[in-house]
């Protein structure tokens, strides 16, 4: 891997021991924490009511421990093989920082994910971009065509972000086995737990074979925990290390961890909801065929629909109506985005839409 060379220097963050594992290394009852400059008193009392048993005034467990040894089982996976972030979007920054300087560069494809672009522009990178394929799809052959000795970091967003299309397992195998080893390819399953494409492969099953392969998740999108701000990364312990030098202490907060956990013990919850924005796909899919508007099969909870140029218009139009619909995206003018909602408001949104659009 071609880490910055200025990180030789840097060394990961190392917080002092908490409360429990000096409790049981010394074999104490009682640990008081005078080493932190926290409160002892805890802030008002109110916000306890709402949160029963979580400790304000400390500071977060910065190895994450539960949450690390629940997705280490769940993926299984080796516990240092995992990374959190405040949202998966900060991971994206600590990749950033970690691999690139002036001169460098980027490959991936317009559209994606925005961050991947404005975290290489911060580190002064050069960005290169393929276009889609004739299916909407990551164009991995043209990927490969643009990777030169400066190319540090290659994004393949799987289902992608805007266009819910997925690359297949076949189509990954092949891409990733001509890769440079010395390339990071960070493949984004920010939308994984929605896929029902059968072709469909996860990166983490490609990771034993291939150490430069890594995978971002976040608790954002299925698990509906968007506003707390918890994502994370699979890869080698080796990249992790490098990770950990540019992470910012304590990153994920008490709360954060926390609700990741509860979650991650009511898979069922979650995935009774993914069943329920599936049904509600194919219901928009076969209102969108009766009335003739052409959309891209979606792998994600939100599909792209053709509005025939006038994107900025029918934004408007059905935002006054009450619906927020994106548009904008790169290459994509005649095309807004809808995120999948309940099943009601995407009849009342099909409704409006079909009067307004
Ligand atoms: C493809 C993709 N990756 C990453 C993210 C970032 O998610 P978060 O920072 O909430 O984990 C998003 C959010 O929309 C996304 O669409």
Avoid at 128 to 155: A, G, H, M, P, Q
Avoid at 202 to 214: A, D, H, Q, T, Y
Wanted: aromatic content about 10%; proline content about 3%.
């Amino acid at each position: 891997m071609n880490y910055r060379e200025c990180l030789v220097n840097v060394a990961p963050y190392v917080p002092g021991k908490n409360e429990e594992e000096i409790k049981k290394e010394y074999g104490l009852d009682k640990v008081v924490k005078i080493a932190s400059n926290e409160n002892p008193y805890g802030p008002t009392p109110n916000i306890k009511e709402y949160l029963n048993g979580i400790n304000f005034s400390v500071y977060p467990d910065n190895y994450m421990s539960n949450l690390r040894s629940k997705l280490s089982n769940k993926l299984n996976v080796n516990e240092e093989k995992l990374l959190f972030g405040n949202g998966s979007v900060e991971i994206i920054q600590m990749i950033s920082r970690a691999f690139l300087d002036k001169g460098d560069n980027i490959v991936t494809q317009l559209p994606s994910f925005s961050s991947y672009f404005s975290e290489a522009k911060i580190q002064d990178a050069e960005i290169r971009t393929i276009k889609y394929n004739e299916n909407y799809s990551f164009n991995l052959n043209e990927i490969l065509d643009l990777i030169d000795e400066k190319t540090k970091i290659v994004y393949i967003t799987n289902p992608n972000n805007p266009l819910g299309t997925v690359v297949t397992k076949d189509e990954v195998y092949d891409f990733v086995s001509k890769v440079p080893n010395n390339v990071l390819v960070v493949i984004d399953e920010a939308y994984f737990e929605f896929v029902r494409n059968e072709n469909y492969v996860s990166g983490i099953e490609l990771m034993n074979e291939f150490r430069n392969v890594c995978v971002l998740r976040t608790f954002s999108k299925a698990y509906a925990l968007a506003a707390l701000r918890i994502g994370y990364i699979v890869a080698a312990e080796e990249i992790i290390t490098n990770l950990e030098k540019v992470r910012v202490p304590f990153n994920a907060s008490t709360i954060a961890q926390k609700c990741a956990c509860i979650a991650l013990d009511d898979e069922t919850y979650m995935k009774d909801s993914v069943g329920l924005i599936h049904k509600t796909i194919d219901y928009i899919y076969e209102r969108l065929d009766k009335l003739n508007i052409e959309y891209i099969k979606t792998q994600a909870n939100f599909i792209m629909i053709n509005v025939n140029g006038a994107s900025k218009e029918a934004v408007l139009k059905l935002m006054k109506k009450g619906f927020i619909v994106r548009d904008g995206f790169p290459l994509m003018d005649n095309w807004i985005r809808v995120s999948i909602g309940t099943l009601q408001d995407m009849e009342e949104f099909l409704k409006v839409f079909s009067e307004v659009v």
